[in-house]
Antibody
């Protein structure tokens, strides 16, 4: 079955960096765009970033632009999120999600369980 | 396209029909409308509908989406206790090259 497993979350001080990973299985990872979506405690969903299936295109939400970088290794079926200059407001559960398309503008149809990042 | 607006909460009785709204989607004819996701407490979101009422396999026909002008709606018929959850609309804003989520609606089934 299709599965996404996030890892790399934890407690980090403001201004420091953290790298999240998302391992994919059960589908052809290289055929799909991939997203990061986050949810602050008690708040709604916030889209963070998307990368096209081949890694050639990436887009970011305004709140993370210039600080976060999305990347992928199709040979290892893994998506990454490099988070720099972390702020308290980046505290959230970070979800990895598959897009049904190659470009990333269709729908996030498979979701991981999330990994928690606390900036404090 | 500005942000998407959803009412913070909706309450309906068991076996009744709830209609959740999402205002602010593009009114362009070429726009595919909003997607709808359901999230139970402590769980990741699950897609209920996308691109004008396409339902993923396994999603009940009790969930249906529609669009009128700049508002997308999710109608849930025959409300069940398990429908109590948070519901989010989302759309791709091609002018921003970004996804936009609504603030979410908490549905309470009385």
């Amino acid at each position: 079955q299709m599965q996404l497993v996030e890892s790399g979350g934890g407690v980090v001080q403001p201004g420091r960096s953290l790298r999240l990973s998302c391992g994919a299985s059960g589908f052809t990872f290289s055929s799909y765009a991939m997203h990061w979506v986050r949810q602050a405690p008690g708040k709604g969903l916030e889209w963070v970033a998307v990368m096209s299936h081949d890694g050639n295109k990436e887009y970011y939400g305004d709140s993370v632009k210039g600080r976060f970088t999305i990347s992928r290794d199709n040979s290892k079926n893994t998506l990454f999120l490099q988070m720099n200059s972390l702020r308290a407001e980046d505290t959230a559960v970070y979800y990895c999600a598959r897009d049904r398309s190659r470009g990333g503008n269709y729908i996030m149809d498979v979701w991981g369980q999330g990994t928690t990042v606390t900036v404090s | 396209q500005a942000g998407l607006t959803q009412p913070p909460s909706v309450s309906k009785g068991l076996r009744q029909t709830a209609t959740l709204t999402c205002t602010g989607i593009s009114s362009d004819d070429d726009d595919e409308g909003a997607a709808w996701l359901q999230q139970h407490q402590g769980n990741p979101p699950k897609v209920l509908s996308y691109r004008n009422n396409n339902r993923p396999s396994g999603i009940s026909e009790r969930f249906s989406a529609s669009r009128s002008g700049n508002t997308s709606s999710l109608t849930i018929t025959g409300l069940q206790p398990e429908d109590e959850a948070d519901y989010y609309c989302a759309t791709w804003d091609s002018s921003l090259s970004a996804w936009v989520f609504g603030g979410g609606t908490k549905l309470t089934v009385l």
